[in-house]
Each structure stands twice: as C-alpha cells, then as structure tokens.
C-alpha cells in the first residue's frame, strides 16, 4: 500500500513537472527576444537560449500550463528590437512593452491570437505591419508617442472587436472615414497628419481626441442625394390613365386591392387578366435568360479554374489562405457587455501627456479579454506547403476586383527627362524583362526606372499591367524593393522603384575589386534578409507570391549591406509557357529548379531552392553557372553537394576574399540550411519560415560570441584543425 503510495506521488512530480515545461516555440521566441533586447539586465531569469519562462517565472512573463499568454515588460527601459520570432506565440493575449526605447520597424509577423497590443512610447519607425490588420481578436491597441508613418485607408476595417485605438503622436496620413465603421469606446488620433473630412459617426464615440491633424473645416458634405427606385406599377396608375369602361361592383369581395374607404376604382377583369399574362410572360423570359447566363458563367469558370487558382491576385488583404488567419468558422464578436472606460490623463491644451494607463482598467480589459471564448487559436502552418504554380496560359480567366493603386503615376515625357530620353550613361542594369535606368526626379530624388521590354510581356489589354502594378504596390517589406511608381502611355510601361546605390549581390560578389567588404557577418546578414523577404511572399502574401527569377543580380544592397530583393511580382507579366519562359530565362538556369527544367512547374519551394543557390554563391564566391571552369565545375550546385558535409572538403569550398576569418560552427550550419533548400525533390525544401529560424539561430550564436569576444573583427576566428566533428551538423530539421 506504501508503494503504491510513494508510486502515485511521484507520478503527481513528474505531472507537474512536465506541465511546468513551456512550449519550445514560446522558449525560442523569448529567447531571440531577449538577445533583441540586448540582454538587459532589468529582465531577471530570461536567458537567450533555453530556459523554462513558465516554470522559472520570468519577469514579465505569464503563462497557462505551458503557454505563454502574456507579456508585460511596460516601462523598464528596454533597449533594441522585437526581434522576428512573436509569430510563434500562438496564445499570447497580452503584449505590452510600452515606455521603453525600442526602435527600428514594427516585426512584420506579429502574435495572431493578440487581444492588448501596446507598443506606446517608443522609438518605433515605418509602417504598421500587415499582419496586425488580420488580427481580428484585437480589443485593444495602442501604438502613440512613436515616428510611424502611413496612410490608415483600410488598415483597420478588419478589427471588428477594436474598442480602444490609440493612434496619437505619430506621422500617419490619409483619410480616417473608415475608422467610423468601427464601434470605438476610445479613439485617439491627436497630432498626425491626417486629412479630409472627419466622419460624422464620430461623435458617437465616448472618448475621442483627434486635435492636431489637418482636417477640413466645417461639417463633412452631406453625401450624394438616394434616388428611390420608381415605383411599381399599380392598379391605382392605370385607373387614372385609362379608366374602365364599366364599373366594377366593389361589394362582390373579389378584387383584393379595393379600398371602400378610399372609395378608389379598380380595373375591369379583361384588363386585370391581360395585364397578369404578360407579367408572367415578362417574369418566365427573365428567369430563361438568368438561367442562360448561369450557365455561361460556370462552363467558363470550370474551363478557367486552374488559371483562377494560380493567378496573381491582390497579394495583400485577402483573408483566407494564408496559415496565421483564423480559421473560417470563427465568431468575430466579442462580449458587448463591457462597461469600462481607459482614459489617457490631459494636459492643459486637451492633448495626451503620457501613456500611462490605469493599472485597474487594465486588469478589467484584461479579463474581459480571458474571458472572451468567441475567439480560436490559430494552427501552425504545415510542414510541407505546396502551392503549385503550373505554368499555363491565362486566356479566357475571370478578372478580379483590383486593389487601388497606392503608387504614383509618372508621364512619359517627365521620365524621359529624368532620364535623358533614356541615355545609355543612365542605364544601371539590364535583364530579360527590360533595362533599369537611373533617374533624377525634379525634386532632386534619385529613383530607379524599368523599361519593360514588350516583347517578353504577357498582356492581352491594358488592364492586365495596370493588375500586376496594382498587386506590386501592395508589397512592403523592408527586404523588397518598394514600387513608387508607374507609367503606361503610348505603348510604353514603365516601372518606378526605390534606388538602391550599392549595386548587386551579384556584382559585389564576382565583379567586384573590393568584394572583402562582404565580411562572414554581412554574408549571413544577406541571407537572413532575403530568406525574410521570401517569407513574407510564401506566407505572409495571400495567395502566395512566387518569385520565379530570384538570382544573385536580383539582390540590391544598400550602404548597410542590408538586401533588398527586386522584380518581386513581375512573374505576373512574363509569358506564361513554358517554352518561352525557358527561352527567356536561360541566364538563370543555375538557379533553377530541377522540377521547373523537367516539366515547366514552377513552386514556391522553387524559390526555395533557387535561395539555396544564392547562399552557395555567398559561401563559396562562385556563380551558379561558369562555363569558364572545367565541366564538373561549371554548376556550382552539382560541384558543392557532394562537399557539404564533408568538414575537411567544407572548408575548401570557402570563398577565398575571407580570408579564412569565420567561426566553424556558423560555416557548418550555414551549409546544413544550403543542404536542405537545394534538395532535389521539391517536398524535402523546408519552408522559408523554417529557413529564416535557422538563420535566426545562427544570428543570434553569432551575437553571443561576439559579446564574449576583444577582437576588433567581433565574433570572426580562423578555423581550429581540431574542430569536434560531432557539433558540426544538425539533424536535418532546424
């Protein structure tokens, strides 16, 4: 009896201590956090790597189980970044990491299950992140006292439980007639630079501030005057334009629109009768005709539903497909029962003085958002997702509803000034979609302008270029080239972008006197911000943006060496066969997949594998494709595999502008993450996700090490001859 017990308390440890373990994905996501973070010494028990957050009670951290579900590190003087990991805490409700000096942009993959987000009082930059106007648990939402900056529209007309938005302080634009839609308790928008009209529906919110804009004065215009349908013809109407000839009686009950206190007339039975038969008649040929068109419509949907699924749709905003969305049965209604009020403290002039909250309402807010159950967690994204890009012809597919265009419009006539009528001393690039010329706006602004060339486009009107500039100006992302502008006159489209004025991967890489300025640090900085990119595409953008072109030369660097991925988007206007595709792209046949020179199939686990290439470029300062070299080294993939993971071959391979200053352990994860994106079979490339986590790791090893090291080059070493073997490689998974 004893035994059993003893038994059964020990059993009773061991739950509790396995319940006391948090999910490694919460642990991973803290651990970059706080490297992020620097690793301040005000966050007491937190560690970079590993750790039990929930079982050792970090500070700040709350946990259910082994969940992470709230973040409260308000106020403690942090200093650095967010880091790009809070995507993997899935039941977080609660972030709040107001008051402190984080600075840089916004993580563009944010928690999804967020109900309290607070970022106030920050050093913040740039825009809102995409991902915060899908989180549609979200009860409230403060980002005041930053440097943000970006046109509202539409951003928020998703959050249908937002009780509470604090906007205040920033540098935000556009019009806020959507915010109206919203049923706001709190609505705080002092001090930006917003414009129009201010809603009417706004008076209806309890506690509004929005002093400091430049709205215009006066009350809003009244909107267009409703014209009624006109009415439906009545027996009334025909009994004054054609009275009848004999007068009903109105007392034998069998006209059912008699009014005998109204003492009206009502039609004779002939007219009554003449008047139903081709009333009928009228409704039959309308229900034929419907009939007819239905039918139409679905034979050409199902001739075009391949095309359909596969087209280029606006890349942003949708709210399916995507694997952080909510699942499609969720209720977006949360309890309507609150009678709470946070209210920011005033200053003499009406104008919020500080972000302070009260600590009583937050406790409310808070458990009325624990308590909410309308609302599901999201699911990870499977392992192996394929979306399938089949390359075929788009004749014939249904057109979607564009998105408005948020580029500018250029004339020809101004870029032909910008460009001197387009000069070869002006040219900066060229590929098979056209050439990039330098130009130099009135303002004094350099830009970058692309000529596409017409022969290599795929458009049946103009309406199809003016789609795929719409969807480009959709994607913002700090690692893809940004689409200022457009032009489309006289037979000529042209393309507009940022200019990027350190040049190319490519060329810094292979053509460059002074390639040693790409250090190990800045070669795994390059990867981590292209992998970024790529998984915004893969998995942010919905549907999937595959990029099908990506290559060395399409990698842009800036005076920090931060990439900067181009042509995101134009695979849209490409033809679509695969013969003129493989004719085009010849150039780029060392990065292509092996799927896509077989049977023309092109996927975003292509893209995978033509990123597997650009990272064997940066280990190794070869180019995919050298016909320079003797045969069996012509292909950088086929040479480099078989050398991977073979240490003494690995450390050959490496591009001899290094020098040999790198640290071991990063060379041999680096190649394990090259290993897996080049793999032959399309299924076995992890997705870019996994990618970016790796490279994260790597990162963030990189950072600890250099903390720990004097030399003037940081984390950088030769390699020792003696280096473990067993360290070296991982286990295929990241």
């Not at 807010?365 to 990870?380: A, D, F, G, P």
């Not at 079979?681 to 600890?704: D, N």
């Amino acid at each position: 009896m004893e035994a059993a017990v003893v038994m059964f308390s020990v059993l009773l440890l061991l739950a509790n201590y396995v319940q006391s373990i948090t999910d490694p994905f919460d642990v991973e996501a803290l651990g970059l956090l706080y490297s992020s973070l620097n690793c301040p010494s005000q966050l007491s028990g937190w560690k970079p790597i590993g750790g039990d957050p929930c079982g050792d009670s970090w500070e700040g951290i709350s946990c259910s189980d082994s969940a992470v579900i709230s973040i409260d590190l308000a106020g403690l003087g942090l200093n650095g970044t967010l880091g790009y990991l809070l995507s993997n805490l899935l039941s977080l409700k609660t972030l709040d990491m107001s008051n402190n000096f984080i600075h840089e942009t916004i993580p563009y993959q944010l928690p999804p299950n967020l109900s309290y987000l607070n970022l106030a009082s920050n050093n913040l930059t740039g825009n809102l992140p995409y991902s915060l106007s899908t989180m549609v648990s979200l009860v409230y939402l403060n980002s005041s006292h930053n440097f943000l900056s970006q046109s509202v529209g539409d951003f928020f007309a998703n959050l249908q439980n937002l009780s509470i938005l604090y906007l205040q302080n920033n540098q935000f634009t556009g019009s806020v007639d959507l915010l109206s839609n919203l049923d706001l308790e709190n609505l705080n928008i002092a001090n930006n630079h917003f414009t129009g009209w201010i809603p009417q529906e706004f008076h209806l919110i309890p506690n509004l501030q929005i002093e400091g804009n430049n709205f215009e004065k006066g009350p809003a215009p009244p909107p267009p005057p409703y014209a009624p349908p006109p009415p439906h013809a009545s027996h009334n109407h025909h009994n004054r334009s054609k009275p009848p000839a004999v007068a009903p009686n109105v007392d034998n009950g069998q006209n059912p629109h008699t009014d005998s206190r109204a003492n009206k007339k009502s039609l004779p039975q002939g007219s009554v009768i003449g008047i139903v038969s081709v009333s009928v008649f009228v409704a039959l040929c309308a229900i034929f005709a419907a009939l007819f068109i239905l039918h139409k419509s679905n034979k050409k949907s199902n001739a075009n539903q391949d095309t359909l699924r596969h087209s280029l749709g606006p890349p942003i905003g949708a709210n399916k497909g995507e694997w952080h969305q909510f699942s499609d049965n969720v209720s977006s209604h949360a309890p309507t029962d609150w009678n709470f009020r946070i209210k920011e403290p005033l200053s003499s002039n009406g104008q919020s003085s500080t972000v302070e909250q009260s600590l009583a309402n937050k406790d409310v807010l808070e458990h009325k958002i624990r308590s909410s159950s309308s609302v599901t967690t999201v699911k990870r994204p499977p392992s192996e997702k394929m979306i399938i890009d089949k390359i075929s012809g788009n004749a014939g597919s249904a057109r979607r509803p564009r998105v408005p265009i948020t580029a500018a419009y250029y004339s020809v006539a101004s870029l032909q000034a910008a460009t001197n009528s387009f000069s070869p001393e002006f040219l900066i690039g060229e590929g098979f979609l056209g050439r990039v010329y330098k130009a130099e706006i009135s303002n004094g602004k350099i830009l970058a302008v692309k000529k596409l060339d017409s022969a290599t486009l795929s458009l049946h009107d103009e309406e199809d270029f003016l789609d795929a500039v719409s969807n480009i100006s959709q994607l913002r992302h700090p690692n893809i080239t940004t689409l200022v502008g457009y032009c489309a006159e006289f037979g000529q489209h042209l393309l507009v972008y940022e200019y990027i004025g350190n040049g190319t991967l490519h060329d810094i890489l292979h053509f460059s006197d002074d390639s040693s300025i790409l250090t190990w640090n800045a070669r795994v900085k390059v990867a981590l911000g292209t992998a970024r990119a790529l998984e915004y595409l893969h998995e942010v953008c919905s549907p999937p943006v595959v990029h099908r072109s990506l290559k060395s030369a399409n990698i842009l660097l800036d005076e920090e060496l931060s990439p900067h991925i181009s042509d995101c988007g134009l695979a849209a206007l490409t033809h679509n066969s695969a013969r003129q595709i493989s004719t085009d792209m010849v150039p780029s046949f060392g990065y292509s997949a092996p799927e896509f020179v077989m049977s023309g199939i092109y996927t975003i686990k292509s893209d995978v594998y033509s990123f597997g290439v650009v990272m064997l470029e940066l280990l190794t300062g070869r180019k995919a494709l050298d016909s320079s070299r003797v045969r069996s080294e012509q292909s950088l993939v086929r040479w480099a595999m078989p050398q991977l993971h073979d240490i003494d071959a690995l450390s050959k391979m490496v591009d001899p502008a290094l020098k040999g200053i790198y640290p071991a352990k990063s060379l041999s994860r680096f190649a394990d993450v090259i290993a897996l994106c080049v793999q032959p079979e399309p299924e076995f490339r992890p997705p870019m996700s996994e990618v970016v986590q790796a490279l994260v790791k790597l990162m963030q090893r990189t950072s600890l090490v250099r903390r720990g090291s004097t030399d003037e080059v940081g984390f950088s070493y030769r390699i020792p001859e003696h280096e473990a073997t067993s360290d070296m490689f991982m286990t295929g998974t990241f």
